[in-house]
């Protein structure tokens, strides 16, 4: 388990990419229709799993996010029928699956640390499977109370199976993320990040000033990172400039998706068009991102550009320290 220390260190961290796009290159092309996702398959297939968080932690990814973004214990019990505590364990099943995943790229690369396994909370729109996750308007019509007891049997059970911290993911809008935030103050030792879904360069897809929503939840004592997710490419430099007047001490985490388009009917579509993401990255670093990967429709081919970029800077910035030195 990855410790608090390493976790808020301000060197950067290679996160993941898109674990359903993994999962359908491997041959599950059924989840994207599915209305629980790619976590249907940790009943049905969690060797392919175990295979789809490998290939990203061979090319260099040092967290990996469980499979659980659109996990619940009420679809877990309608659409597979298990029990209440079936459908818990199941949840939790998934930091184990990961922690394997960790294990055996360790073993193989013969490195003795473990990459991080972030368990994956994402919004309560994914769990309707309608579309309204990408404008978070069902909790205009929810209250805070509701959003804290929805979430709270799956973040129960992904910390009891060992997550080292939460993905609190793809919130896209403030009163939600802020409603996760209060619930995690019943389990104090756990450690989180909170990342937003934006629709263009400075709102949150509900409509709320992204530096605003960044604001509301960074002064937490458990937020270990804040930032971007499942966004255009495009949109990502100015969030990053909206928030540089926040002047924030811990990292800044940006993980967006391909830069393709989706519909409900076409699913995503574009990707001959969509710039590399890793043409992106040292823009975002000089704005101040800190642990980088990517979201729907990024491979692991797209990390290992991205980690080389990185490296790749890394290493020109250390020899200009050490000329000038």
């Not at 690369?109 to 069902?138: Q, R």
């Not at 699913?267 to 975002?284: C, I, T």
Request: hydrophobic share 35%; charged share 25%.
């Amino acid at each position: 388990m990855a410790s608090h220390k390493e976790l808020e260190s301000p060197q950067f961290r290679i996160l993941d990419g898109g674990s359903a796009t993994e999962l359908v290159r491997l041959g599950h092309k059924a989840i994207d229709k599915d209305p629980l996702w790619s976590s249907r398959l940790l009943q049905t297939e969690p060797g392919s799993i175990v295979k789809a968080h490998k290939n990203f932690l061979e090319v260099g990814s040092d967290l990996i996010v469980t499979v659980t973004y659109q996990a619940s214990v009420e679809g877990f019990q309608e659409h597979l029928g298990v029990s209440e505590q079936g459908a818990r364990d199941l949840i939790g099943s998934s930091v184990r699956l990961a922690r394997q995943a960790c294990q055996e790229v360790g073993q193989e690369k013969g490195v003795a640390g473990e990459a991080t396994v972030a368990g994956s909370v994402g919004p309560y729109g994914a769990v309707l499977h309608d579309g309204s996750e990408y404008t978070g308007n069902y909790a205009e019509k929810m209250t805070t109370e509701e959003l804290v007891d929805f979430h709270r049997p799956r973040v129960q059970a992904l910390l009891e199976a060992g997550a080292d911290i939460l993905a609190v993911e793809t919130m896209p809008i403030p009163k939600e993320a802020e409603a996760v935030v209060q619930l995690l103050r019943e389990f104090p030792n756990s450690k989180y990040y909170v990342s937003y879904m934006c629709k263009n360069g400075d709102e949150v897809a509900h409509g709320e000033r992204f530096s605003e929503a960044v604001r509301s939840v960074v002064q937490s004592d458990q937020v270990v990172a804040v930032g971007i997710n499942c966004t255009h490419p495009k949109h990502i430099s100015p969030l990053l400039k909206s928030i540089q007047h926040l002047d924030l001490s811990k990292p800044v985490l940006v993980k967006p998706n391909s830069g393709e388009d989706w519909t409900p009917n076409e699913g995503w579509y574009g990707r001959a068009s969509a710039p590399l993401l890793s043409s992106y990255v040292k823009e975002w670093i000089d704005l101040g991102a800190k642990w980088i990967g990517g979201c729907c429709r990024i491979t692991p081919s797209d990390i290992a550009d991205l980690r080389k970029v990185i490296s790749d800077l890394q290493e020109e910035r250390a020899t200009v320290v050490m000329r000038d030195a």
